[in-house]
Structures are given as C-alpha cells and as structure tokens.
C-alpha cells in the first residue's frame, strides 16, 4: 500500500495576547497562519494560542524575561513567539520577537541608534522583532530556524530601536502559494514507471527513470500524479519507490 512518509513534529509557534482581541481577529489570525502553513497538509510548524491573562500589556522584552525565567525553573528551551497586541485589533499584525540583540548583529557602529544608558557590553536591552503579516510569520520562523535569514537583514538602517514599529511587508501574500510536496513509499503495484526522454529530460540532471502514482493510488492519497524522479529506501522492500506527489488542492 502506497502512504505518505512522515515527517518530524511540527514547531509550535505560541502567540502571546497583550490586548484583549475580539474572537473574530483571533480566528483571521489563525485562518491566516493555517494557510500559509497548509495546516491540512503536514506543516512544518502550528501555531498555539496561548490563554495567559498575566501578561497584559506587556512588552516583547517583558515576556522574554518571563519566559526565560520560566524557562530556567522547568529546563524548557526558550523559542521564538508571536505577540498580539492592540495594534493587532486595528489591521491583523503580530509582533516576531525573537532572542536578545547585541552589537555584532549590526555591521558596522553607524548602523545603530543608541542609548546613553546601554551597557557597553554584552547583550542589549531589546530583542530583535518584526511587525508582519500573520500569513508570514509561519515563512521567518522556518527562514530564522535553518539561518537562512536573520532580522537583522530585514531592518532599516540606521536602525532605532525606539522608533515605533511599521510593517514588514516581504511582498508575498503567503495564504495564497501551494502546498510543498507530499513525499510517497510506493509499493510496486500503486506506480507506473516512464524511460521515455521526452519525459526525462524535464529533470535536471537527467534521471534514467521516473515515476509517478497510479490514478488509483493518488485519488486515494489525496495528491495528484505527476512524473518526478524517485529512490529506493534501502530499509523498505524490493520495488518500493519514494517520490514527491503534489497535493490535491482543488
């Protein structure tokens, strides 16, 4: 029987409310992270709505501190978190916090507008955040995790910290692109093969074979059958193929 292989447990990404929202922004919020997420699909990261009242009008530095305070007592790793807050009731942004900031995430000494009361060393007093689109918090958090961004690099410069925060807008309206692949373990009978070069040469590089799922097998899977190229998992049986399928959207 053909399936989809699992992959590792999502992320959980937790919004913080420091303003008490109507339940219909809490829903667009999670609607808009579901999408971009492709929550019924398999997502790298969901999203949590926390239900904490202790934390009203708290800054995004104040709920780090009590959550590394947290964190220290119960041995939790501390993550990145989403905010909520009365600026969210007027137009659906969140705030991205992420860890402290330091000087060397700046390039350069003109690059940051300081305070007189910093310390000269060490971390300082504010942590790197965005304020974005929910749709494209799901995109920074999977970019930041595997370093493919900082923010830092998202930032205009020179950059205040106490400037109040505009939004971040990367262009995409990620609530609208498909689903990443649904990666199969076909069994023999659930595929058909092609060597034909016509449909080969559409790979780079060029595999000697191809494959894809039997209309049988993908109307059973939810995905629709499209010719990619595939590998033999050595822990599965002779025969078995794994390849990517896209999903049925529609």
Same mark, same amino acid.
């Given at each position: 029987?053909?399936?989809?292989?699992?992959? @590792?447990?999502?992320?959980?990404? &937790?919004?913080?409310?420091?303003?008490?929202?109507?339940? @219909?922004?809490?829903?667009?919020? /999670?609607?808009?992270?579901?999408?971009?997420?492709?929550?019924?699909?398999?997502?790298?990261? #969901?999203?949590?709505?926390?239900?904490?009242?202790?934390?009203?009008?708290?800054?995004?530095?104040?709920?780090?501190?009590?959550?590394?305070?947290?964190?220290?007592?119960?041995?939790?790793?501390?993550?990145?978190?989403?905010?909520?807050?009365?600026?969210?009731?007027?137009?659906?942004?969140?705030?991205?916090?992420?860890? $402290?900031?330091?000087?060397?995430?700046?390039?350069?000494?003109?690059?940051?507008?300081? @305070?007189?009361?910093?310390? /000269?060393?060490?971390?300082?007093?504010?942590?790197? #955040?965005?304020?974005?689109?929910?749709?494209?918090?799901?995109?920074?958090?999977?970019?930041?995790?595997?370093?493919?961004? &900082?923010?830092?690099e998202l930032y205009e410069y020179p950059f205040d910290p106490n400037k109040p925060m505009t939004v971040y807008d990367d262009g995409n309206d990620w609530r609208k692109e498909p689903p990443?692949?649904?990666?199969?373990?076909?069994?023999?009978?659930?595929?058909?093969? @092609?060597?034909?070069?016509?449909?080969?040469? /559409?790979?780079?590089?060029?595999?000697?074979?191809?494959? #894809?799922?039997?209309?049988?097998?993908?109307?059973?899977?939810?995905?629709?059958?499209? $010719?990619?190229?595939?590998?033999?998992?050595?822990?599965?049986? #002779?025969?078995?193929?794994?390849?990517?399928?896209?999903? /049925?959207?529609?």
């Open positions: 029987m053909p399936h989809i292989l699992q992959g @590792s447990p999502p992320d959980i990404a &937790t919004l913080y409310c420091t303003h008490r929202l109507e339940p @219909s922004t809490v829903d667009t919020l /999670k609607s808009d992270f579901a999408l971009a997420a492709h929550d019924q699909y398999e997502p790298l990261v #969901k999203l949590r709505v926390s239900d904490r009242a202790d934390l009203q009008d708290y800054s995004p530095e104040e709920i780090r501190r009590q959550l590394e305070r947290e964190g220290q007592e119960d041995g939790v790793e501390m993550r990145d978190f989403l905010i909520a807050d009365e600026q969210t009731s007027r137009d659906d942004t969140v705030i991205y916090a992420s860890r $402290w900031a330091s000087r060397d995430d700046f390039f350069g000494e003109d690059n940051l507008v300081e @305070s007189p009361d910093w310390p /000269k060393e060490g971390q300082l007093p504010f942590v790197h #955040k965005l304020r974005i689109h929910m749709h494209y918090a799901l995109v920074l958090w999977v970019n930041l995790s595997i370093c493919n961004i &900082t923010i830092p990443p692949l649904a990666y199969i373990s076909a069994s023999p009978r659930s595929y058909v093969t @092609s060597d034909d070069p016509e449909d080969t040469a /559409k790979f780079m590089p060029t595999p000697d074979r191809i494959y #894809k799922l039997t209309d049988e097998a993908a109307e059973q899977l939810g995905v629709v059958p499209r $010719w990619a190229p595939g590998w033999h998992a050595p822990e599965e049986p #002779k025969g078995h193929i794994r390849f990517g399928q896209y999903w /049925k959207t529609d």
